[in-house]
């Protein structure tokens, strides 16, 4: 599937400040540029999987493919667990 632009970015900034840049030959590379260039497929599982995890963290909203520290159009936030 695809997600919002905001969403890519926030997977890259997230990739940007947890791997180190990739240097060859004295060129340098962000590691987020690196990943997704040489290998797609596994950039978009490793995204997949960091929004899993961002989601029970209760940090994304996937119906909304939305950050909560954005604003989330949906109810979830406030429906985890306690429904009667
Ligand atoms: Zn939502």
């Known amino acids: 599937?695809?997600?919002k632009i905001e969403t890519y970015?926030?997977?890259d900034d997230h990739i940007?400040?947890?791997?180190?840049?990739?240097r060859v030959w004295g060129v340098t590379w962000s590691p987020s540029v690196a990943f997704e260039r040489i290998d797609p497929?596994?950039?978009r599982?490793?995204?997949s999987d960091w929004l899993s995890h961002m989601e029970v963290a209760e940090q994304y909203c996937p119906d909304c493919d939305l950050f909560l520290w954005d604003a989330c159009a949906c109810d979830s936030?406030?429906?985890r667990g306690d429904a009667q």
Not at 16 to 22: F, I, R, S, Y
């Open 77 to 79: 936030p406030t429906q």
């Open 16 to 22: 940007d400040e947890t791997e180190p840049e990739v």
């Open 45 to 47: 599982v490793a995204m």
């Open 1 to 3: 599937m695809d997600y």
């Open 41 to 43: 497929i596994g950039y």
């Open 9 to 11: 970015e926030a997977f």
